[in-house]
């Protein structure tokens, strides 16, 4: 994550949030997913680069509805949508109160190298 970090602009810290994971496939494979918060969901190509991403999940809700575009939730539903197990995933943010709900229910809170917020402190990020 230090090398996305070095790589993000002043609007990116300021507006969205990005989120990488170290993952397993169904099939054995190691790979970095990577996403951002929001509808857009777009990763410019030097982010994807500095966090040696295999693939930019987009897995867009199709709603407005606070926190269901989050980048951590993103690659949790993806993860569960393939049957791939997160190893580790970090933020460029601390992760919110509903992100770290999801991931209590995956069995991964402690393999989440970024902070957490506040317990049931909700943060649009």
């Not at 810290?13 to 989120?19: D, G, L, Q, S, W």
Request: proline share 2%.
């Amino acid at each position: 994550m230090a090398r996305v970090f070095s790589n993000l602009t002043k609007g990116d810290i300021r507006n969205t949030t990005y989120a990488i994971a170290r993952v397993t496939t169904s099939d054995g494979r190691s790979q970095i997913w990577m996403a951002s918060a929001g509808k857009g969901g777009r990763v410019r190509p030097v982010l994807r680069n500095a966090a040696g991403a295999d693939e930019v999940i987009n897995n867009l809700h199709c709603s407005n509805k606070n926190h269901l575009n989050d980048a951590e939730r993103k690659l949790m539903r993806e993860a569960r949508k393939r049957g791939t197990k997160i190893e580790s995933m970090a933020a460029s943010r601390p992760m919110c109160g509903r992100c770290q709900k999801g991931a209590k229910r995956m069995g991964i809170p402690r393999r989440v190298i970024t902070a957490f917020k506040k317990e049931g402190f909700l943060w649009n990020h």
